[in-house]
């Protein structure tokens, strides 16, 4: 009845999770996942270029468009359902994993406590995100390796972890080496009835589902090595120094973790023989990390599978450590690792980069609702980064909508920029190119972009008026962090890095608010466009010379639609 308990404890922490984390992390959450699903099932969405090319398995969108067709069968697929519910089933499978952790660990006290404080994975333990389901199936797995014992059970969830996820292998391949070594089974029977079975009757289910839905015979695990790791695709969406996941990485999804995984290390050094299980997977973490780093893209979701093989490390030192420490050390400890990771998992969970979330309520109402002159529905223009907001997934309603498209350069030609990078570099000129202006009722019904490219399109926002501004993030002026930054640098005797060139470009295509803009419609123009109310504290619209002036480009005749 206590593991019931626990259990219930447990789930419902990821319940909440589900609620309270409100705010927008990668895109993979949406575009890798529930835009997927939703195409599948109802047959209008967005599939980007990873769908196009085959690099993505459709096993894990198929679950969340199973779920989907349930609901449209029983004609409850509203489009708050279709947000929440994937959400909950993630959430159920992280509750499951979480409690395989706490039975993995003997039970111990430490190990609840530590899989339910970490501010990461209450960050993304419920999103719908390949690697949530990763560091899950990572789990799940290592509660069933043989540590002790010659159980193969864990093999199952492993190779589908793998299938899934490739990069995967880099902790299953030393583990998997570890089990032949220790087993007392024949190594030659153990491989061939165990290993090689099992991997290729998974694979054998994941290609033979793939091939049906991307409609050729592909194994995905191979085309997702062949962009990501052979071709260095990733690169094109940053690179970062090879250290980055022991300096940076780590250390962050970790958070105040970080120090007792450092008095973790430690003791397993010190006493190897003490700590088996630790030592294995101290080695299974410096080898993951070792090979991760020679990829030059990195983001700190890829560690996000090493959480759980650093949680036991602590756990398994701080049990012992409980035995000797004093009472008030425990709850000290226990506090200040309770407080540490609160305080991340709030800010981030609530406040920071909400601004997406809120949006895409407000648009769903725009696209359910809004009637042009002519009793059209309404065309939505996304003038940001791309993929800065979910898309029909959030907004369950087949209107036509457009954002700026980032695809890689996978023909490999020279100079080349994606359609994102072309806007921002003269976002008047790419508008006058792309966007037709005449007759009025030609331009999108609504505009959404971040408050800083306001003024640098305001000509065009002459026939707008502002609809909504949404709070998105809190922006610290680089000129204040530069100064940290060069105090930092100096105090260790290290080159400052220009925090100015490095981070200009990112921030001056986000900002502090995300603005909706809706065209006038005929019969508007007079009322909204005579300049600001003084008794207003924000203007609708920009006062600006009449769109008609403006010279267009050649180009124009490029439609929208």
């Known amino acids: 009845m206590r593991l019931l308990y626990v259990f219930l404890l447990i789930l419902a922490v990821r319940l909440a999770s589900v609620f309270v984390v409100q705010t927008y992390y990668v895109p993979d959450e949406y575009w890798q996942s529930l835009e997927v699903a939703h195409k599948l099932t109802f047959g209008y969405g967005y599939l980007t270029w990873e769908w196009v090319q085959g690099i993505r398995s459709y096993v894990y969108p198929l679950l969340i468009a199973g779920l989907y067709k349930i609901l449209a069968l029983l004609q409850l697929d509203s489009a708050h359902l279709l947000v929440v519910l994937p959400r909950i089933l993630q959430a159920l499978l992280s509750a499951y994993s979480d409690y395989r952790f706490f039975v993995w660990t003997g039970k111990r006290k ?40 010659e159980s193969t059970a864990y ?33 030659l029977e153990l491989i061939l009835k165990r290993f090689v079975l099992i991997g290729l009757l998974v694979a054998g289910l994941g290609i033979a589902i793939d091939t049906y839905w991307h409609g050729q015979l592909i194994v995905t695990p191979y085309e997702f090595l062949k962009y990501n790791i052979f071709n260095n695709i990733g690169s094109f969406y940053g690179s970062h120094p090879w250290h980055w996941y022991f300096s940076v990485g780590l250390p962050t999804v970790l958070g105040i973790n970080t120090l007792p995984f450092i008095f973790g290390v430690m003791e397993t050094v010190r006493k190897s023989e003490k700590y088996p299980v630790s030592k294995q997977l101290l080695i299974t973490i410096f080898l993951t990390l070792v090979v991760l780093s020679a990829v030059e893209h990195k983001e700190f979701r890829f560690v996000s599978s090493l959480l759980p093989l650093c949680l036991y490390v602590i756990t398994d030192a701080l049990s012992r450590w409980s035995i000797r420490a004093s009472s008030t050390m425990l709850w000290t400890t226990a506090l200040v690792i309770l407080v540490g990771n609160v ?28 009637k042009d002159e002519r009793e059209h529905q309404a065309n939505i223009l996304f003038l940001m980064p791309c993929h800065s907001t979910p898309y029909y997934s959030h907004i369950h309603q087949n209107v036509t909508m457009r954002f700026l498209t980032c695809e890689p350069n996978l023909e490999k030609k020279e100079q080349y920029k994606d359609e994102a990078d072309r806007f921002f570099e003269d976002p008047m000129h790419w508008i006058n190119s792309h966007i037709p202006m005449h007759p009025l009722t030609a331009l999108p019904t609504h505009v959404v972009l971040f408050d800083p490219l306001a003024e640098n399109i305001s000509v065009f926002l002459r026939n707008y008026r ?30 400052s ?20 803009y809706q065209r006038l419609k005929k019969g508007e123009e007079n009322a909204f466009n005579r300049g600001p109310d003084p008794g207003q504290n924000e203007p609708d619209v920009h006062d600006h010379p009449p769109l008609e002036d403006l010279v267009l480009a050649n180009e124009n005749e490029n439609l929208f639609n």
Not at 172 to 185: A, E, G, I, N
Not at 353 to 360: A, D, F, N, S
Not at 474 to 480: K, R
Request: with cysteine; glycine share 4%.
């Open 110 to 149: 430490w190990a609840l406590f530590l899989i339910l404080v970490p501010w990461f994975w209450f960050y993304t333990g419920s999103r719908t995100l390949a690697n949530t389901l990763e560091a899950s199936l990572t789990t799940i797995a290592l509660s069933y390796f043989p540590w002790y014992g």
């Open 155 to 187: 093999l199952w969830p492993a190779a589908i972890c793998c299938f899934l996820r490739p990069t995967a292998a880099v902790i299953w391949l030393p583990l998997s080496l570890y089990h032949l070594r220790k087993s007392r089974q024949n190594a």
């Open 343 to 370: 305080m991340p998992a709030w800010y981030l969970s609530t406040v920071h980069q909400k601004g997406p979330i809120e949006l895409m309520p407000k648009l769903r109402d725009i696209a359910r609702e809004y």
């Open 466 to 495: 502002l609809l909504h501004r949404i709070e998105h993030a809190e922006v610290t002026p680089l000129e204040g962090s530069q100064a940290l930054v060069d105090q930092l640098s100096e105090a260790l005797g290290a080159q």
């Open 497 to 516: 890095p220009n925090l100015v060139s490095l981070l200009q470009n990112r921030q001056s295509r986000t900002g502090r608010s995300i603005l909706v």
